[in-house]
């Protein structure tokens, strides 16, 4: 299934499972098994780990942090994810890919509310403000980064002003506008056992 990890490159011919739809080597294609409910359950749970780029201990602190909550545990879950900001960024278009975002970060190329954050995983809050800093406006990155979010669009519960190189949170997304194809039921239920 494609995960979009590649950024641009998921949108064009050369994504790699375009060319192939079947794992590599010489048994990719052999006969298939039939899958358990529990593998099932934990493709899932790693798909939606390595779409957000999480390891397990910080994957399992925000499931956490979701079934504590009152609401939908699932969907919770998600809105947590999509508060990250490697992930803000990248849904703005500040960067091509959340791996790409996450270490424009690291690098101190954004301050939010006017202070500047290097943690990939800092939780952004409804009206935050995310402005790449002034110095680093001229990068290449950044312009090509723009250039490719205006094709692919900005999701509607974030704005994004391209001249300033800012964007502000409007509001957390509801489930029904995160077009990820992930079942979030079955990681629950994973980690309920």
């Not at 490697?86 to 690098?107: C, F, K, P």
Request: with cysteine.
């Amino acid at each position: 299934m494609k995960l979009f990890l590649k950024g641009d490159r998921c949108y064009t011919d050369k994504c790699a499972i375009e060319r192939r739809n079947y794992p590599p080597g010489q048994h990719g294609q052999g006969r298939r098994r039939k899958v358990s409910e529990y593998a099932v359950q934990l493709r899932e749970k790693q798909r939606l780990r390595r779409m957000y780029g999480l390891l397990e201990s910080q994957f399992r602190k925000y499931f956490e942090m979701a079934e504590i909550s009152r609401d939908i545990t699932g969907e919770v879950l998600l809105t947590l994810l999509e508060r990250r900001l490697d992930n803000m960024v990248y849904r703005m278009g500040m960067a091509t890919s959340r791996a790409e975002a996450r270490q424009l970060i690291r690098h101190r190329h954004f301050t939010v509310n006017g202070k500047r954050v290097d943690i990939p995983s800092f939780l952004v809050k409804v009206g935050d403000q995310i402005v790449v800093r002034e110095r680093s406006r001229e990068k290449d990155v950044f312009k090509r980064a723009i250039e490719i979010s205006q094709r692919r669009g900005v999701p509607e519960w974030l704005e994004l002003d391209a001249v300033a190189f800012a964007g502000k949170v409007k509001r957390f997304p509801a489930r029904d506008e995160l077009t990820m194809p992930i079942n979030e039921r079955l990681v629950v239920e994973l980690y309920s056992k």
